[in-house]
């Protein structure tokens, strides 16, 4: 059915992005730099079995599985044998018999070279193969060794980790936006001795107001503290 096909092609257009940005998110937040390159060594190859292992053990009962039911059924991508499924396994992803667990084939090359790149520069490097990523992703690349997914997708597993680097910063704007949205039309009353603002919930003429709800140490943009100001909206005035 066309309705079909329009949602199938519509998930498909974002799910897989979104979810190399999580996983990026992911390295961001819990990467901190090691005491040596041993210790990365060891990071490196701990991502790997979790990923490369349980990848080579499905291919392969998908593998036989295929063999043993294209004897009863119809069974579309069928190896030529063990050894030759694996070979494409770990060749040609996508031309294997496992072809849909292509996203661990690409993961397992991103946790094998980015925590190299984030020791020696935790900054730049994310910033970096962004930008490499970008450059390179007009051009053809081959499927051998799932280069050609692992250049398009470069890019969202770079902006996964500039975002978990910086989630404090991100959550913290979420938040402010989340107390613009939910204040609009909330009248602000000032206290000069005090240098803050109130919550007035009830009208003008009513003296009830209450405290501020905004909570302390959060960060203050200029930019964002202007706007909110200008707007009549409720702000913390230092």
Partial sequence: ADWYNLLRSAIYSFHMPLFMVLSGISLGLSWKVLPNN?????????????????????????ICGKLVASRFIHVDNIPTGVVSGLLDLFLRPMASAASFLWFIYVLSAYFLVFPWLLQQAPRVAPWAMMALGIVVYPFAWPSTFNIANIVMYLPFFSVGILLGQHWRKAASVQFWWWEIKRSVGVKIRRRPSAGSATFCTKPANRKSCTKPAIRRGLPKPDAIKRFIVSGGLPSRVA
Avoid: D, E, S, T
């Avoid at 060594?41 to 998908?62: E, M, N, S, T, W």
């Fill in 38 to 62: 041993f210790a990365v060594l060891g990071y490196v190859r701990k991502r790997l079995q979790k990923l490369v292992i349980p990848y080579a053990l499905l291919g392969l009962v998908i």
